[in-house]
């Protein structure tokens, strides 16, 4: 039987259940534009029965919990979406800054280059013009001051980044602190209803986390307890259950100047913004990381290598004043940040030793604590090689970069670290190091004449000069004449053997020696020259000599062994001397022989006045031929005839005096010898066997030898000890095989000497040369046919004023390959900066709206779960407004109840 | 699925705002005309606006370098002319001047003449460009180049340098030529060789300018024309002495001088080489020397003179009565007891023969001498006209460079020799021959300049087409990366706005609907 008193407590529990539920639909209804309001529900159920022997009597309804509806997975997919795009989001409004700032035509940089290498061309056009030239030094400096303007925006972009990044951490760190405090009040409140979660303080804690995200990204852990840890970086601990650490921007890295985001005091820990990503602290920092450094860096290696390969080139020309170009603009120089842990505070020096091959990169340089320097390229985390010993006189050299560690003494246990940005910003400190116009360099230093005396038709071309070095001329020996001689030293004669004809002067004797030729090697036009006349080998016999050039040619056509060649050229030389022609004096063969001790020689077949020749009258002995040789018997009776000459070579003459026969003294076996030059002091003597004499005689005179007895033999052995100071022989011979025989060639007077070989029988087209060093930097075309002594002149190019060599150059600077590792040109090198951020903007862009789109579809997953429908709440409202009336009759039925029992116990 | 309240109203407005974004975007590029708004918007499209702006620019500068090159072309041109008509003025007087008709008198009229021509020749080698840079200075451009020097002649204070313009990424004009160039490196004579008559020739010989007539034959050298006596001259000597009991000697005398002795013990020279050989030795002292050519001896002094030459032969050491005697080389008989001495005189006389040499004294060819007939040796062509006479020499030498106005002067000086005699007169006609030669020379010279001056105004011409095709072709290219197609741009404008239109209307629509309503 049930009590009446049970109908009322349903009745209640219900109404008490539906007042609830009612009351968190009010709730939710209330909060439908909260942010982060995860709708709640009442979870309900029924209250245990009560056991009657005729069964469970239920007793109504009870609000188990009040429950909020949450999908942490669905929530926490949101949080980091929204991280990332909000990171995305940062970088784009960075990015577009930076391109809309190149995108401007007027602004931009390649408009100014432009005028710049214009304004150079109207010099080259008129280099004599003050008003083009200053119009050139004008441009310099409005496009110094355009490089100045870019920088300074960037600089402005680098300030700006800093200063978001102020205010997101101040907006984190109070968003860490109110999390910590929710984490407090949460952990209070689950200690005042046990078992019931404190759904609005989860909800308002999980909004911080939220827009904590959107700022940074961050991982949370849930501690269990009702506490939430939050994460950001690689692990770095923001808030720990109730505690919380704040961010602050220092500058504790290399560059005092550069924002870094580091824990504040007592936790800070070291830099950790390389560390943090995701939110708009990671969009700052990695678009600048990544987009803002590498521009930076680009248009600072554009400026230096502008800057330093038209320097280069500007100095190696010469200015209105004739002196050589100095510096057109100051380079930037590299930035070096010692870091505050170096065991000495001595700085390091860095310069830029070829811009071509800078990079965009920074580096590191650091010692190692035992003897060796690295070099490490930190975009590509690679060690570069470097040269050199790192002193001033011999610095590391690597990737366009120059050190010298000199002075810094590093030892064993130094621990020393650099960071080096060769071209961080650099593009802010270009400027033109010149302002009088006179000192443009647009001459070139070399000039080259051909004199108006030259007789034949040769050309020379001058090469552009590669370097300053021994120049100007006027201070390094002058100007160089290049004089042509059909023959030089350069070439060196064909050398001659066996059967030597020699020739006797001061310098001793000079056997020209045929014998280590090999006859197949002597061609045409090979020579032996002496004293200035030159004796060509000819195979034609045809050739006829030439005395201008002292040319003659030796007919080899029955030459079949050296001996025979020998005797050619003797032969030749013998009557060259004698010829009778009247231009032509014998005493313009240097080679009258002389004889030395011991040696007789005769060279010429003619009875002429003044050569030497050994006449012999009489005939009372025979040669048995003309060139008899030492130790030769002449035997009587077919003597030689008066006028006969005997050859001596070399070698002393033995007559031998035969007994017996025919001969019979006196006159008849007279020998004559007569040494009729013109020389010194002569005397003969004789070495006499005891049957003959000889006797003295003086010059010009007769000797006389004599037999003694009649039908006597003996020896007489002759000798002429008379020396004669000839003037030698002005070449000597070396032997060797050369087939080439005599050379044409350019002697050098003044600059580097010597020689240079061209032949304009089969180099007329053109033939390029360059000077031995240290002239090196000089080089030249020579073409067409010279003739002999004809020259040319290479001179400094004084006061010309007018010309423009080196002024083209310097215009052709933009077409060259200059940089990057002689890649790129310098408008090609900005177009590729313009087109890299525009890509990054783009590509940044892109993944924005990509990532906003997945963005909208987690926030609508998650709100599909959680998210507060109206119409819903309606609905619920009126279910649960109905259960409520229906609770109140249930009370109404149990108060009629009560009253119909009442009534009857009181009737 | 459920959607949330809130969900309703985000993604409705999200579509809105995107729409607006659109519109706004079509709108800028419409208000630009410009594809590009941005580098972001077309990354590789950017840069190669880039290139292309640069291009275009280089392509103006080019025409700029060649109108400045253009310019002094055109001033280096006009200077030309004007040397061109001076010389065609000179070579009228040189002709005027050359004329038998003249006085010395009316000589000096032409080369008063001729000296103001001078100096209209050397202001014009002075001219001076737009900008006040002098033309043929080569580099030294602010030097003045030409002037008279003060021992006689001119000097050139310039250089060689010949300036180079940029007109196109690949070629360079010249914009001059240097005044070594224009007035200076100019060949005399005939372009190979020059001729020269000796300044004391006694003879009304005339030589012609000559040519070559082939390159192949022709060897550079300096060869003398001669005008020699020939002579019977033998290469033999004979003794006679009957009875064998003398020494008899041979005297042979030139001019006074004993130039060979010789006795019948020695050796007498036997060929006609070894005679003019003891002849040459004593030409110092005798001014005259022999030459040999096959089996004929030629006399000739060594300068021109109008002394005759004398030859004797004398016998000596004869005994008296023997008879004795001695063929000499020149055919005299001597004979101690008829006539000991020989002599043969040689008086100058218009030549009969000549006797050309080159420089090695080898004999190039040998003639009878005929006024106007041609004489060709070594592929050279060359005629006399008038008479030399014996002695005379004539030299043809390779040509050297002679500037302009040295020719000039050469003229001057050639108009204001004396006149009187006909040997003067020769000379006179000779040097102005000679100087009608380099006239005629630097003429052409000169036209080749003017050809290679006109040359490079036609490359400039051609190059400034070329790059104008180019830069037309530059602006095509840049204007299909850069410029909006509007037509496309405005169907896309128009469709967004409808897009917009209907995105706003469903979001009025639907935002009226709620459950509340109807409560």
Redesign the interface.
């Known amino acids: 039987m049930a009590a009446t008193g049970d109908v009322l407590g349903t009745g209640v529990s219900a109404l008490l259940a539906m007042q609830r539920a009612l009351t968190t639909v009010g709730h939710n209804i209330a909060n ?2 909260t942010e982060g309001f995860n709708r709640q529900r009442v979870d309900l159920g029924s209250r245990l029965p009560q056991v009657a022997g005729d069964g469970f009597i239920g007793q109504g309804v009870q609000v188990t919990s009040v429950r909020r509806i949450f999908n942490s997975f669905l929530s926490e997919q949101a949080r980091t979406t929204s991280s990332t795009f909000n990171q995305l989001d940062n970088i784009y409004a960075f ?2 800054q930076m ?2 700032l ?2 401007d ?1 007027q602004a ?1 940089l ?2 100014s ?2 005028d710049f ?2 304004a150079v ?2 010099v ?6 003050a008003p083009a030239r200053q119009v050139m030094v004008s441009q310099g400096n409005a496009m110094a001051t355009r490089f100045q303007f870019i920088d300074e925006r960037f600089t402005s972009l680098y300030d700006g980044v800093e200063s978001d990044m102020r205010s997101t951490l101040t907006e984190v760190n109070s968003l860490a602190s109110s999390i910590a405090q929710a984490n407090q009040d949460i952990i209070i409140a689950q200690g005042r209803a046990p078992g019931q979660p404190p759904n609005d303080l989860l909800d308002t804690r999980d909004q911080f986390i939220s827009e904590l995200a959107k700022l940074v990204g961050v991982t949370t852990l849930d501690e269990g307890g009702g506490v939430t840890n939050i994460f950001i970086g690689n692990g770095q601990a923001l808030v720990v259950g109730t505690q919380f650490r704040e961010l602050e921007v220092t500058s504790a890295g290399f560059d005092l100047s550069r924002a870094e985001i580091t824990f504040k005091p007592p936790f800070s820990s070291g830099v950790i913004t390389d560390f943090v990503s995701g939110g708009r602290l990671g969009g700052l920092v990695e678009f600048r990381r990544e987009v803002l450094d590498p521009a930076s860096n680009t248009l600072g290696r554009l400026a230096i290598g502008m800057a330093a390969t038209f320097n280069a080139q500007h100095q190696l020309g010469l200015d209105f004043n004739g002196a050589q170009g100095g510096q057109f603009f100051n380079v930037p120089v590299p930035k070096v940040f010692p870091s505050r842990n170096n065991t000495s505070n001595t700085n390091i020096s860095v310069s830029i030793s070829d811009a071509s091959v800078l990079t965009a990169a920074d580096y590191r340089l650091t010692f190692d604590g035992t003897n060796a320097w690295t070099l490490t390229n930190l975009d590509l985390s690679q060690t570069v090689t470097l040269s050199g010993a790192g002193t001033n006189a011999n610095p590391f050299v690597g990737d366009g970069l120059r050190f010298s560690v000199e002075g810094l003494s590093a030892g064993a246990g130094d621990s020393y670290n650099f960071l080096i940005q060769p071209t961080r910003q650099a593009a802010g400190n270009l400027s033109v190091a010149i302002s009088d116009p006179a000192l443009v360099a647009a ?1 070139a230093p070399l ?4 004199p ?4 034949g038709n040769g050309q020379i071309d001058l090469g552009a000069v590669t370097a300053f070095t021994s120049l100007p001329l006027s201070a390094n020996g002058g100007a160089i004449t290049l004089t042509f001689d059909v023959s030089t030293a350069a070439g060196t004669p064909a050398a001659v053997a066996s059967n030597a004809v020699s020739f006797v002067g001061t310098k001793g004797t000079q056997a020209i020696d045929f014998s280590g030729l090999t006859l197949g090697n002597i061609d045409d036009g090979d020579s032996l020259i002496i004293g200035g006349n030159r004796f060509i080998v000819d195979s034609t016999g045809a050739v ?5 050039t002292r040319s003659y040619y030796v007919d080899t056509s029955a030459v079949a062994s050296l001996d025979d060649l020998a005797n050619a050229f003797a032969t030749k030389i013998n009557a060259i001397d004698a010829s ?5 004096t014998q005493n313009s063969l240097d080679t009258i022989p002389a004889a030395a001790a011991g040696v007789i020689t005769i060279t010429s077949a003619y ?1 002429t006045s003044t050569s030497t020749q050994i006449a012999v009258t009489g005939n009372a002995f025979d040669t048995g031929g003309v060139g008899e040789t030492a130790g030769t018997t002449l035997t009587a009776g077919t003597g030689p005839a008066a ?1 006969d000459i005997i050859t001596l070579n070399n070698q002393d003459f033995v007559f031998n005096f035969l007994g017996s026969g025919v001969v019979t003294g006196g006159a008849q076996t007279q020998v004559t010898i007569a040494d009729t030059a013109a020389n010194t002091a002569a005397a003969f003597a004789a070495a006499v066997d005891p049957q003959a004499s000889i006797s003295a005689a003086a010059v010009g005179a007769t000797a006389t030898i004599t037999a003694d007895t009649a039908g006597s033999a003996g020896t007489v052995l002759v000798t002429d000890t008379n020396t004669v100071a000839d003037s030698g022989i002005s070449q000597v011979v070396t032997a060797g095989t050369d087939a080439s025989g005599v050379l044409p060639g350019f002697t050098v007077t003044n600059g580097p000497g010597g020689t240079i070989a061209y032949n304009p029988v089969t180099e007329s087209g053109g033939k390029t040369f360059t000077l031995a060093t240290p002239f090196g930097a000089i080089s030249f075309t020579l073409s067409g046919t010279p ?1 002999n002594g004809d020259t040319f002149v290479i001179s400094d ?1 004084t ?7 080196n002024a ?1 150059l310097l ?2 600077l ?2 060259q390959l200059t940089l990057a590792g002689s890649t790129v040109t310098y ?2 090198a ?3 900066l ?6 990054q ?2 590509e940044t ?1 892109v993944n924005r709206d990509a990532q906003s789109s997945l963005l ?1 579809l987690a ?2 997953a998650r ?10 709440e ?2 619920n409202l ?1 279910r649960f407004q109905q259960a409520y009336q229906a609770a109140a009759q249930l009370i109404a039925i149990s108060n009629q109840m009560f009253d119909e029992l009442i009534g009857v116990i009181r009737s | 699925m459920r959607i949330s309240t809130a969900q309703i109203f985000q993604s409705s407005t999200r579509t809105i705002l995107d729409q607006q974004a659109s519109i706004s975007y079509t709108q800028a590029q419409l208000g630009t005309g410009r594809k590009i708004l941005t580098p972001a918007d077309d990354p590789a499209g950017a840069a190669k606006i880039l290139e292309l702006t640069k291009a275009l620019s280089v392509n103006e500068q080019f025409q700029r370098n060649a109108d400045a090159a253009e310019g002094r072309l055109s001033r280096e041109e006009n200077a030309l002319v004007g040397v061109e008509n001076i010389l065609r003025r000179v070579s009228d007087l040189a002709i005027q001047g050359n004329n038998d008709s003249q006085s010395p008198g009316s000589r000096r009229d032409i080369t008063t003449e001729l000296r103001q021509r001078i100096d209209e020749l050397i202001g014009l080698a002075n001219t001076k460009d737009a900008n006040g840079e002098y033309l043929f200075a080569g580099f030294q451009a602010n030097t003045q180049p030409f002037a008279r020097a003060s021992g006689g002649g001119f000097s050139y204070a310039g250089d060689q340098g010949q300036r180079f313009m940029q007109i196109s990424p690949s070629s360079q004009v010249a914009d001059g030529d240097s005044g070594a160039d224009v007035f200076q490196l100019i060949r005399n004579g005939n372009g190979t060789f020059t001729t020269l008559d000796n300044a004391n020739n006694n003879g009304t010989g005339i030589i012609d300018p000559g040519r070559v007539t082939d390159n192949g034959a022709y060897v550079r050298d300096t060869y003398t024309i001669n005008f020699p006596f020939q002579t019977v001259a033998g290469s033999t000597l004979t003794f006679n002495d009957v009875n064998a009991n003398d020494t008899l000697a041979y005297t042979l005398d030139i001019n006074g001088t004993t130039v060979y002795t010789v006795d019948e013990t020695g050796t007498p020279v036997s060929s006609l080489a070894a005679l003019a050989g003891v002849i040459n030795d004593d030409s110092g002292a005798t001014g005259v020397r022999a030459i040999v050519n096959g089996t004929t001896l030629y006399l000739t002094s060594t300068t021109p003179s109008t002394s005759d030459i004398t030859v004797t032969e004398t016998l000596s050491g004869f005994t008296p009565g023997d008879g004795d005697t001695i063929a000499g080389y020149f055919g005299g008989a001597l004979n101690g007891d008829t006539g000991a001495s020989d002599n043969t005189v040689f008086s100058p006389d218009d030549a009969t023969v000549y006797l050309i040499e080159d420089a090695a004294g080898n004999i190039e060819t040998v003639g009878a001498y005929q006024e106007d007939a041609f004489i060709n040796f070594q592929g050279i062509q060359t005629l006399f006209k008038g008479n030399p006479m014996n002695g005379d020499q004539f030299t043809l030498s390779p040509s050297l460079n002679q500037d302009l106005f040295t020719t000039m002067e050469n003229l001057v000086t050639a108009l204001e020799s004396p006149s009187g005699l006909a040997d003067d007169r020769a000379r006179l006609h000779n040097q102005v021959n000679r100087v009608l030669a380099d006239i005629r020379q630097a003429e052409t010279s000169l036209s080749q300049v003017r050809a290679r001056v006109g040359g490079r105004m036609q490359v400039i011409e051609g190059e400034r087409v070329s790059n104008d095709a180019a830069s037309f072709q530059m602006k095509s290219v840049l204007s299909n990366i850069q410029d909006l197609d509007i037509a496309e741009a405005a169907s896309r404008f128009n469709m967004q706005l409808i897009s917009l239109q209907a995105a706003q209307q469903a979001f009025v629509r639907v935002q009226g609907l709620n459950l509340f309503n109807f409560l």
């Open positions: 439908v534009n990015a577009s391109d809309n190149l995108a035509p931009g390649a408009p280059l432009q290498f214009n061309h109207d080259a056009d008129d280099p004599t013009s001459a000039r080259v004449t051909a108006t005396a030259n007789g006829a000599d030439n005395f201008t009778g022609s009247n231009t032509f009875a006028g003739i190019n006061n010309g004023v007018g010309d423009n060599r083209l215009a052709n933009q077409e408008q090609e900005y177009a590729q313009v087109a890299d951020i525009g890509s903007t783009r862009s909208d926030v609508e709100d599909s779960v959680s998210g507060v429908n109206l119409d819903e309606a609905a009126l």
